[in-house]
């Protein structure tokens, strides 16, 4: 899609990952998507021979509709959709950004390959809200703080396997993509740095009293980061711009690559006017990299430098 700015081509694509994936890749939060003034929100469409419509309303939440039929779980939803791989300027924070950024990262991709992944994900998100809760409250609640601690223990320890397995299997996929993107010798490190440390339950033990001062759970994989180095030096602080933005290039890259290898499906890549900050040479290498035979909803202001076996639609010619 090619079209001025402003016109609506991130929307189309927000609303592609939504009807797959019933998340936006810029929000967390559904209620943040509704149009000013308006009820809620409805994206309908046709994939994988199967049509799809996703509504939300403030009131009732999201629901689903799958070839005419309601869905009632979401997950139910999820394991009868497709992949999706979003690209978009807002990636570079992957590099510069906080862990939350980076754990998102991790978690979507986690989701797509494990429906675990998202029940206990759920689960652990809903857990430690709960035990904060508790820590805030100055009455001595021991018999359920217990109970909270087991079952963050619980969820926790599984989230930090399954994101130590991912970091493990990314790092060799995003290397070798910065590589090909790039078109240097640019070494990409990727380190899982568990914020439960080697036990989160020995853990949650060290930390109680500090805990209790600050009324929040200071041990989790709500703590979890991955540290990013380029050529052995922390990218954050020592990689250029022009690296930074290829690291994060490569990170969706190895996201998709491991999607393929893992769930043995191709996802469709969302690129969203990611192009402007590249130079010709590496707009063409990403476009090379690309699984080939996976579908890819592009937008852009400007194709000059695009190489011609690829085709583009203008904005002006969708329907309104």
């Known amino acids: 899609m090619v079209g001025a700015n402003a016109q609506g081509k991130t929307s189309i694509l927000e609303a592609v990952c939504v009807m797959v994936r019933l998340q936006s890749p810029r929000s967390t939060r559904m209620s943040r998507m509704v149009k000013m003034d308006t009820s809620g929100f409805g994206v309908a469409g ?11 309303t403030p009131r009732k939440g999201v629901t689903m509709k799958m070839g005419g039929e309601p869905v009632v779980k979401q997950g139910d939803y999820l394991r009868s959709g497709g992949l ?81 397995r991912l970091v493990g299997m990314l790092e060799p996929e995003s290397a070798a993509s910065q590589v090909a993107v790039s078109g240097c ?40 980061e991955v540290r990013l180095t380029i050529n052995g030096m922390v990218a954050a602080d020592f990689a250029s711009e022009g690296q930074q933005r290829t690291m994060a290039l490569s ?8 999607l393929h290898q893992e769930a043995h499906r191709l996802p469709v890549y969302l690129l969203d006017d990611i192009f402007g900050e590249l130079d010709p040479d590496r707009r063409n290498a990403l476009m090379a990299v690309l699984p080939k035979k996976a579908q890819k909803l592009i937008t852009t202001t400007n194709i000059d430098w695009m190489q011609d076996e690829f085709s583009m639609i203008e904005m002006a010619d969708l329907p309104r």
């Open 84 to 164: 999706v791989v979003w690209m978009g300027n807002d990636d570079l924070q992957l590099v510069r950004g906080s862990g939350s950024v980076r754990r998102r990262y991790l978690d979507f991709l986690g989701c797509q390959l494990d429906p675990l992944y998202r029940d206990h994900l759920n689960r652990y998100t809903r857990v430690l809200k709960a035990r904060n809760l508790l820590l805030k409250d100055r009455t001595q609640r021991d018999a359920e703080m217990v109970v909270y601690s087991d079952l963050l223990v619980r969820h926790g320890e599984f989230l930090t396997a399954a994101r130590r």
């Open 251 to 258: 990170l969706k890259l190895a996201q998709g690559q491991l």
């Open 46 to 56: 046709r994939c994988w021979d199967n049509d799809l419509q996703v509504r939300y």
């Open 185 to 224: 010798d640019e070494r990409v490190g990727m380190q899982y740095i568990a914020g439960s440390g080697d036990d989160l339950a020995a853990s949650l033990e060290m930390t109680r009293e500090r805990e209790r001062r600050l009324g929040q759970t200071v041990a989790g994989p709500h703590r979890d």
